[in-house]
């Protein structure tokens, strides 16, 4: 069964480029995207979204604010959030608002695959 991911990211040509590379990649199914934290939530309880991807710099609600509204609307879903650049206190505040990581941009989609997957994953679980 593919990981359900919702992406959540304001830049549409970002967002679109890793529609198009995640999907259907290593057991991930794109179910939906939208660009502005305020819709964050409400979107993932729709679609039922196992793993959110979230940019943290958005539009409506920032990424610590769109991640406790997933929180509170979607629990089981796991919140990770991708950043250019963020100091120590938007870390902490992403992660105190319910987020299990940070992963930059630059990362390689490898990387963001393997993270999806830790994710979601139970610990000692090896990842796919």
Request: hydrophobic share 50%; net charge negative.
């Amino acid at each position: 069964m593919a990981i359900r991911v919702l992406l959540v990211e304001d830049n549409e040509v970002y967002r679109t480029t890793l529609e198009l590379l995640l999907d259907g990649r290593e057991g991930l199914e794109i179910v939906g995207a939208v660009a502005d934290g305020g819709d964050a939530a409400a979107a993932a309880e729709r679609l039922e979204a196992d793993v959110v991807l979230m940019d943290f710099r958005l539009p409506g609600l920032d990424g610590a604010g769109a991640t406790a509204a997933v929180r509170a609307r979607r629990p089981e879903a796991a919140i990770l959030c991708l950043t250019a650049e963020a100091t120590d206190a938007d870390r902490e505040a992403v992660l105190a608002a319910g987020a299990v990581g940070l992963i930059e941009k630059g990362s390689s989609i490898e990387d963001l695959v393997r993270a999806v997957h830790s994710a979601i994953m139970p610990p000692g679980e090896p990842i796919p």
